[in-house]
């Protein structure tokens, strides 16, 4: 997902734009990895000195809710990144639990799934794996 096409969601949503918005946005865009909110916070910060970090988690919590962050959980902390695409393509991550980097993964394992009650029917799933990628075993 770019900058542009989580701002028109937003806008869509009937959200108003905003500066503080938009570059809670671009920070998540610039980074390859999962951020915590308080390294968000620690970001804008420099931009809008005087913004709580309440405001901020808040704006976190929609863009979650509205498509345009991805969550998960390191370490027993929320931590988010800009979705990876609005085509609704569906895939899992790999996630580097040292520099937390993400990289795509095409196959879905929930096609190996052959045990699942007939009673039961998903709705939804989420598959991650974490390990140390290339960058972080060479340091």
Do not use: W
Not at 37 to 59: H, Q, W
Not at 108 to 121: G, I
Request: glycine share 8%; net charge negative; aromatic share 8%.
């Amino acid at each position: 997902m770019t900058v542009e096409e989580a701002l028109q969601i937003l806008k869509e949503k009937g959200y108003k734009y905003t500066g503080k918005r938009e570059e809670i946005i671009r920070i998540c865009a610039e980074e390859k990895r999962y951020l915590t909110a308080k390294e968000i916070m620690e970001r804008i910060k420099e931009l809008y000195p005087g913004l709580s970090f309440d405001t901020v988690y808040r704006n976190i919590s929609t863009f979650v809710e509205l498509g345009i962050l991805e969550q998960t959980e390191l370490d027993g902390e929320g931590r988010f990144r800009l979705a990876c695409s609005t085509d609704g393509h569906h895939h899992h991550h790999l996630i580097c639990t040292e520099c937390g980097r993400t990289s795509s993964l095409s196959a879905c394992p929930m096609s190996l799934l052959s045990a699942l009650p007939e009673d039961f029917q998903v709705t939804g799933h989420k598959f991650e794996v974490y390990g140390t990628c290339k960058e972080c075993m060479s340091s």
